[in-house]
């Protein structure tokens, strides 16, 4: 991965650049993590394959129950709350880590259609975009990156700060509550071990994020060829052959575009819907530990865990709102391309463009919900219902007293 830090920075019109690369940080890490891309692998990698599996999508979910079941009364309330959390990401984590091996052809579909809309791409301008778009994208993705293991190492910090561990997951031969080397032994392999799971969900979290951005890059250079098309029109100087040809390869990238989403759409659909769930839980449970029982030295931990919850849904649902407007605006853009003074056949085409052009590109949540800003923001009400309903319960005098 580090090999590739040249794609944060736009490549040269010279440099070989495709819009594949916008997720190529993104697979290296679910390369890493096991998932089968393609690639032939040996028995090593086969063996490293089921042990990450085996972690991912079974140890680690029950490591949380397992260790509440043993220890629950010795968790004070901001120490279960902090891991309850935690355990909740953790099961979403797990469910789309399964989702992704099970439609792991998709991402490699989803690149096919990448290089198809890559193909309309003649000018030097699109191709300096295309080259901008990766390197953005990836930077992206390193925002996650550098989230999630701020994340980590400020809970490793707290915990070692307030002689607890980090995330109380349950390891059978260590107990840090008996000694002081147990508790440093325990902090350190929850730090690798989960942090191996919490390095996955950068790309678990992001990939319908960065593929999505992508696709919104190529919807916008496709209005900028159909307003190029309306002043070719008003200039009447190119032969109608010619004119005819670059609107059918709008047409045609146009069904490209859909054909992409065809391919995202049943990764996204599933693993989104479990995010948004589980996210109005995590943010009900992260305020009624911020205002009610965490400390100020463990706010900051919390803080960024806020920041990582966040990036899960509202960056997606800002983009999939963004690709509503810019397919609208290509709609109104064909309608005024001056299309009506060319010939009957042009004309024809651009009446069933339009037809398609009004049926925006969206992107659903198990077809229960829209994937857009309104449903974000649903999410944070429900945070808000959570933490309301613990507060009229005096869940904060309760658990002391118990305490």
Not at 54 to 65: E, R
Not at 91 to 98: L, R, S
Not at 145 to 159: F, G, K, P
Not at 337 to 345: D, I, L, P, V
């Amino acid at each position: 991965m580090f090999g590739k830090l040249k794609l944060l920075y736009p490549a040269s019109l010279e440099t070989p650049i495709r819009t594949r690369d916008s997720n190529a940080y993104l697979l290296d890490t679910l390369r890493m993590s096991g998932l089968n891309l393609g690639e032939k692998s040996g028995v090593a990698w086969k063996i490293w394959r089921v042990i990450s599996y085996t972690y991912s999508m079974l140890i680690l979910p029950i490591s949380f129950p397992i260790n509440y079941t043993i220890h629950l009364a010795e968790f004070p309330p901001d120490l279960l709350l902090q891991s309850l959390q935690l355990c909740l990401n953790t099961w979403c984590y797990a469910f789309k880590y399964f989702t992704l091996v099970i439609y792991t052809r998709h991402l490699e579909l989803s690149n096919i259609q990448f290089d198809e809309m890559d193909k309309f791409c003649v000018k030097a301008e699109e191709k300096r975009k295309i080259r901008d778009s990766v390197a953005a994208v990836n930077r992206l993705y390193m925002v996650f990156v550098v989230v999630y293991i701020l994340y980590a190492t400020s809970t490793l910090m707290d915990a070692l700060i307030h002689d607890r561990v980090p995330y109380n997951t349950y390891f059978p031969f260590v107990n840090w509550r008996l000694s002081r080397t147990q508790l440093y032994i325990q902090c350190f392999l929850e730090y690798f071990i989960v942090g191996y799971a919490i390095y996955v969900a950068t790309a678990t979290d992001s990939y319908a994020l960065i593929f999505v951005a992508s696709l919104r890059t190529h919807i916008t250079l496709l209005k900028e060829r159909i307003i190029s098309l309306g002043i070719i029109n008003n200039d009447g100087d190119t032969d109608a052959d010619s004119v005819f040809t670059l609107l059918v390869d709008c047409v045609k990238a146009h069904r490209t575009m859909l054909n992409f989403c065809d391919a995202i759409r049943p990764i996204i659909s599933g693993t989104i819907f479990a995010q948004f769930i589980i996210c109005g839980s995590i943010l009900g449970v992260i305020m009624i530990n911020m205002t009610l029982f965490a400390d100020k030295s463990s706010q900051f931990g919390t803080v960024t865990y806020i920041m990582a919850v966040l990036l899960q849904t509202f960056p997606l649902c800002f983009y999939c709102n963004a690709i509503v407007d810019e397919c609208n605006e290509l709609a109104d853009a064909l309608f005024h391309s001056a299309w009506w003074m060319q010939e009957k056949r042009y004309q024809r085409v651009v009446l069933q463009f339009l037809q398609k052009l009004q049926q925006p590109m969206t992107f659903t949540a198990m077809n229960i919900f829209n994937i857009n800003l309104a449903t974000n923001i649903n999410v944070a009400k429900f945070a808000f219902t959570v933490y309301a309903i613990a507060s009229g319960m005096n869940l904060d005098q309760k658990l002391n007293i118990q305490e």
